[in-house]
């Protein structure tokens, strides 16, 4: 009998355990209906790890991500830990995470949910069929790139900098796995940066126009200044199929696509490492929404995002598609019941509980099985 697979559960802050043991349960559904067995691990990570540790990520948890290589991520972070110096803050473990798990591409699926159009504040023909991904640089970029830091230029001013640089084989790397996710789809990438203003959107152009005509001809490719791409987004959407873009470009615009949609209570993530000799990746999996703390504790938080990534878990690390569609179909079989937690009620829905989401959505894949 082959291995179970192997799932790491960080469930970190705020509302993160609440979604993550719903997500368990349907862990566990799969493995009793459907065969699709799972080896779990838990740990602690963020806030829960400086409680107990003095760190938001112990070494040893460390080390257990990198062994097991498939992570489902929580959320971290809250009013307790705000005053915290930087490099001691709940969110610098799943930075820690992303930057030693070189997990340097960020998917985020932007899909509108036909139950889910009226939540949108756009016009429902704007975004009624909305299904775009957006690929963003994760471990490069501004974010990461040196110099860095506040200094002291005396005379009483102080001066910030940080520094936008991108190699070749980071954009390449990034563009690559654009490519490959345009192939599986309908065939169409848009790469996003500042080229008329910044030399490393310069490089990102040229660089991703290369990789295109050596390996990716069969893709259409268009260029898009990133601002530009911002207003598309809330004009025409569903122009787009895979958007490609850097760190900070991405962390934009992946908010602005995850409000075409509703909710961010909806929207799930991967974040990919490169893949090894055997195709396997190191990954990460988390929802969008954070760790909203003025939720937490009391059983009303949306669990369809992390249930969501646990279908992109299933999806690209697994290669499990027809599970993935499965846990994917009994969401979409939920919401058009009317069933809705708080944040994406509308009027003449049903509302219900975190736990009670989750109670509906394995009745549903029941009646699917």
């Avoid at 699926?109 to 756009?122: K, M, Q, R, Y």
């Avoid at 799930?268 to 055997?278: E, F, K, V």
């Avoid at 994917?328 to 809705?340: D, K, P």
Wanted: glycine content about 10%; charged content about 25%; hydrophobic content about 45%.
């Amino acid at each position: 009998m082959a291995a179970n697979r192997q799932i790491l559960l960080l469930p970190g802050d705020g509302i993160g355990p609440e979604v993550m043991a719903e997500t368990r349960r349907v862990i566990d559904w799969l493995g009793k209906k459907r065969g699709v067995r799972f080896d779990i691990a838990e740990d602690i990570v963020g806030g829960a790890a400086l409680d107990a540790h003095g760190t938001p990520l112990h070494d040893k948890t460390m080390a257990k991500a990198k062994a097991i290589g498939c992570v489902l991520f929580g959320a971290v972070g809250g009013p307790k830990w705000d005053n915290l110096p930087f490099a001691q803050k709940p969110e610098r473990g799943l930075l820690r995470l992303r930057k030693e798990m070189d997990l340097f591409a960020n998917l985020r699926p932007a899909v509108c949910f036909d139950a889910l159009v009226g939540a949108s504040t756009l016009k429902p023909e704007v975004v009624q069929g909305l299904d775009i991904i957006i690929l963003r640089e994760l471990t490069g970029g501004l974010y990461f790139g040196e110099p860095r830091g506040i200094t002291d230029i005396g005379n009483g001013q102080r001066r910030g900098v940080n520094t936008q640089v991108y190699t070749t084989s980071e954009i390449r790397r990034v563009a690559e796995v654009g490519f490959e996710l345009a192939r599986k789809r309908r065939r169409k990438v848009t790469s996003l940066e500042k080229a008329n203003v910044m030399e490393s959107g310069v490089l990102w152009r040229e660089e991703v126009t290369k990789l295109h005509r050596e390996k990716f001809s069969d893709v259409a490719l268009e260029h898009m200044y990133a601002d530009n791409g911002a207003m598309q987004l809330v004009r025409n959407p569903k122009q787009f199929d895979v958007m490609v873009t850097d760190n900070l470009f991405g962390d934009i615009l992946s908010d602005v696509a995850a409000m075409l949609t509703g909710s961010l209570g909806m929207l799930p993530s991967a974040s990919l490492g490169a893949a090894d000799a055997t195709g396997r990746r190191l990954a990460l999996y988390e929802p969008v929404h954070g760790s909203a703390p003025d939720i937490a504790g009391k059983g009303v938080a949306n669990p369809l995002a992390m249930i969501l990534s646990l279908a992109m878990a299933l999806r690209y690390s697994f290669d499990l598609p027809d599970n993935a569609d499965a846990v994917e179909n009994g969401v979409r079989a939920v919401l058009a019941e009317g069933v809705r937690t708080g944040d994406i009620m509308q009027p003449g829905a049903t509302k219900v509980s975190t736990r009670a989401m989750g109670d509906r959505l394995l009745a549903a894949l029941d009646r699917a099985a």
